[in-house]
């Protein structure tokens, strides 16, 4: 588990992070959501102990990163400012990694094979495309088999098979048990594939929830007088959007709510259900987004 | 385990092409010294056979410190060039253990290297010597203080170049830099100021060779100097590497 708590990084002036706190479970895909520049690199540096925070902590099952017994195999992290000697091989590139954390040499070969770079593993890295470093880099963080996995913008370069086979292993860790923390700026990239979103703005918390509850808090309704419908939805202070079928999309709020609202307004209700995950998601993202662009 | 960081670092120098480079580029600066040194020598055979002569035909065998030097430097500051410092904190947040093990590596080279251009500049000296009529005076103590005292500069600037690297990320700036201050600064500075230059390190490591340059302290003075820089230099790189962002 990934707990933060109270996080602030300060870089002179400017505020980074802002007393930012939120957890991710083990078990779930907790998707890290936010423009560019709104403080995940940071808030990663700073959980895994390569800045230190101004206030505030970031832990992992506990503990400092710094403080970790054998971080390898504790967290395996894909970060975006990670870089590769041009002048190493690949296959070489893990081979420090294994030696200085003390590893298991014999997952290199099996590793180079799941993320599809055996053949190019003894190239030097200089030569590889975006996509293959992010094979790499994926690989490194694999090496001690780690509990936790932090991936800052892993689909960074990777072709649309990159990225539903990125999709598809951070489903496979979390239902192995894993704490997975997937930060991305592109909603789309990562809608599908999270069980958990947290999502930031210049540095501070805009929503916390697993998708379960968002779509719980997210009610779409069909009755037969929409423009009362809408009449009442507008008195009950309630944010909506009619969609193109017809459908009253209603962001927070339960559809026995929906339910108690169309009843007082007199409309017959003809469907009452809850949004799908994605669009619910995209509702919330862009909402906590848009006032900034 | 501080052998498994130390094998690593050895690992991180030997996968690359940077000794391929460096190594053989290290022999060429002192061979070719240590030949320019006994070539414009004035008045050949036996002449060349004195302590003097010898003194400073191979206090120039050093020259290849230099090298030895920026290849510390790619050491440390390389990894911020190439981006893989988070990589090598990640897999040891306890940073100064990082630095410790590139010291030891750095160090460990420097000697190895300094061994190496010794030893070449040794058997060209000889070979020319004899070319010129004169026999090269193996049995003469000057040779192998002053060999010794190239080992110990060669060793002590890898180290300094490991530490400068931490200090100064940036490593264009800080080769250039070095390279500035040792070849040019310092230079400058001990020709026409030696009160003072003989206090810097370059000059430190000129007496550690036994460099014959009025103003230089005593060879023991200098590697106890030059040792103090060092240490100083090193301490401020594990501090700034275990206290800075990465």
Redesign the interface.
């Known amino acids: 588990m990934i707990e933060v708590r109270a996080l602030t990084k300060t870089y002179g002036s400017r505020r980074a992070v802002r007393d930012l706190s939120f957890t991710a479970p083990s078990g779930k895909v907790t998707g890290f959501l936010g423009p560019n520049g709104a403080g995940k690199t940071t808030t990663f540096r700073c959980l895994l102990g390569l800045a230190e925070p101004t206030s505030g902590a970031a832990l992992i099952d506990g503990a400092a990163y710094r403080d970790l017994a054998a971080p390898r195999r504790h967290v395996g992290a894909v970060l975006e400012s990670t870089g590769f000697h041009p002048g190493r091989t690949g296959s070489n590139h893990l081979r420090v990694i294994v030696r200085a954390a003390g590893l298991d040499a014999a997952r290199i070969d099996p590793l180079l094979e799941v993320v599809g770079l055996r053949t190019a593993s003894e190239q030097r890295v200089g030569g590889y495309s975006l996509g293959m470093r992010q094979r790499l880099a994926i690989a490194a963080a694999l090496l001690g088999d780690p509990k936790v996995l932090v991936l800052d913008e892993p689909a960074n370069g990777l072709d649309p098979e990159g990225v539903r086979w990125i999709r598809r292993l951070m489903r496979t860790w979390a239902d192995e048990g894993r704490t997975v923390v997937v930060s991305s700026h592109l909603l789309a990239e990562v809608a599908q594939a999270v069980d958990r979103v947290v999502i930031i703005r210049e540095g501070a918390l805009v929503k916390e929830a697993d998708i379960a509850d968002l779509t719980a808090e997210h009610a779409t309704v069909r009755v037969d007088r929409t423009a009362a419908m809408l009449g009442a939805l507008r008195a009950a202070g309630a944010d909506h959007e009619v969609l193109a079928d017809g459908t009253i999309a209603v962001p927070g709020r339960s559809p026995s709510e929906i339910g108690g609202i169309a009843a007082r307004a007199g409309a017959t209700v003809i469907e009452l259900g809850q949004r799908a995950p994605a669009e619910a998601l995209e509702a919330i993202y862009l909402a906590a987004t848009a006032e900034i662009e | 385990?501080m052998s498994?960081?130390i094998?690593?670092e050895w690992?991180?120098l030997r996968?690359?092409?940077?000794l391929a480079g460096i190594i053989p580029a290290a022999i060429a600066i002192s061979v070719a010294a240590v030949a320019g040194a006994i070539l414009v020598h004035e008045g050949g055979g036996t002449a060349l056979e004195s302590s003097e002569s010898v003194r400073r035909v191979l206090s120039v065998s050093g020259a290849g410190a230099i090298l030895v030097l920026v290849t510390g430097i790619i050491i440390s500051a390389?990894e911020h060039r190439?981006?893989?410092a988070?990589?090598?904190?990640?897999?040891?947040?306890?940073r100064h253990r990082v630095l410790a093990a590139k010291l030891i590596v750095g160090a460990a080279l420097g000697l190895a290297v300094g061994v190496v251009t010794s030893l070449a500049s040794t058997g060209v000296a000889a070979v020319i010597y004899r070319s010129r009529g004169a026999r090269f005076p193996f049995t003469d103590a000057e040779v192998w203080l002053t060999l010794a005292g190239s080992l110990v500069y060669t060793a002590l600037f890898a180290i300094i170049g490991v530490s400068l690297g931490s200090l100064i990320r940036n490593q264009v700036f800080a080769v250039t830099g070095a390279l500035a201050w040792f070849a040019v600064v310092e230079h400058t500075l001990v020709n026409f100021a030696p009160g003072v230059g003989r206090w810097l390190p370059a000059a430190a490591g000129q007496a550690i060779v036994r460099t014959p340059l009025e103003g230089l302290l005593p060879p023991a003075a200098g590697a106890s100097l030059l040792a103090m820089y060092t240490a100083v230099a090193a301490w401020s790189g594990i501090r700034a590497v275990a206290t800075r962002?990465?």
């Open positions: 385990m498994d960081l094998a690593a690992l991180k996968t690359t092409r940077l390389g190439d981006l893989t988070g990589d090598t904190f990640l897999t040891t947040p306890r962002d990465t």
